[in-house]
């Protein structure tokens, strides 16, 4: 499977400390993104970094790219009790055998900042 | 602002009735994505279009699910008949891509879902 893989499936932090989760995928990829999802809501895109990106800001959030270990993580800083969401780690990849690209997804990490 | 409309919202139906699924996507997006959520197989690719002509719908069980764009506002998936087993939430997502070899060269906006339940 292409899917990137979000670790850990759960973290449970304090408001104020900051969150990492980790994203691995197996194939080259055009870009990666990472997206949040509240509970019973669609997902919303939180940020992009493309294949020769190493490193990116926005707000709080930082992202960065290892494309020679295939992975990425995103780090939340000074977390708050609203940051509560799952957070999934979308692959833009090359499928074998096809030119056009795909977008897959993660199964999400699961995090919980207590107030 | 722009936004990605999905109905119905919810759904609950019988098994072996049909379902329709509509999605609505952002003016000038040329990529509509379908997705389903389960807990057990998280986000799936179901079907995947650029400029309304299908590009992929490997992810989908061909014989009783199937995706159209019949204009470039109206994207819909259809499953006919419909198992218990089809029970998740649906998700339609669009963007905009300008390379052959890219999915989507900026951020996806989904739609808030079609919760289906089949009983």
């Known amino acids: 499977s292409q899917q990137g893989e979000e670790d850990p499936q759960a973290l449970s932090i304090q408001e104020g400390e900051n969150a990492t989760m980790n994203c691995s995928y197996k194939?080259?990829?055009?870009?990666l993104q990472w997206y949040r999802q509240n509970s019973g809501r669609g997902l919303v895109h939180l940020i992009l970094?493309?294949?020769?990106?190493r490193e990116k800001h926005s707000g709080r959030l930082r992202v960065t790219l290892d494309t020679s270990k295939k992975s990425s993580s995103l780090l939340i800083t000074a977390s708050r009790a609203a940051d509560t969401a799952s957070y999934f780690c979308?692959?833009?990849?090359?499928?074998?055998?096809?030119?056009?690209?795909?977008?897959?997804f993660g199964r999400g990490t699961q995090l919980t900042v207590w107030p | 602002d722009a936004r990605v409309t999905q109905t119905p919202r919810h759904k609950v139906t019988e098994m072996g009735q049909e379902v329709t699924m509509r999605c609505q996507p952002i003016?000038?997006?040329?990529?509509v994505f379908w997705y389903r959520q389960t807990m057990m197989q998280g986000l799936e690719l179901l079907a995947y279009f650029r400029n309304r002509a299908p590009l992929d719908d490997s992810g989908m069980p061909k014989d009783r699910f199937s995706a159209e764009m019949p204009d470039a506002t109206l994207a819909t998936l259809k499953i006919q008949p419909s198992e218990p087993r089809d029970s998740a939430v649906y998700f339609c997502?669009?963007?905009?891509?300008?390379?052959?070899?890219?999915?989507?060269?900026?951020?996806?906006?989904f739609g808030s879902g079609t919760q289906l339940s089949v009983l």
């Open positions: 003016l000038g997006h040329n990529t």
């Open positions: 970094i493309r294949s020769n990106e």
């Open positions: 979308a692959t833009d990849g090359v499928r074998r055998g096809s030119t056009l690209g795909r977008l897959y």
């Open positions: 997502a669009s963007g905009l891509a300008k390379d052959r070899l890219v999915a989507t060269n900026e951020k996806l906006f």
């Open positions: 194939t080259s990829i055009n870009n």
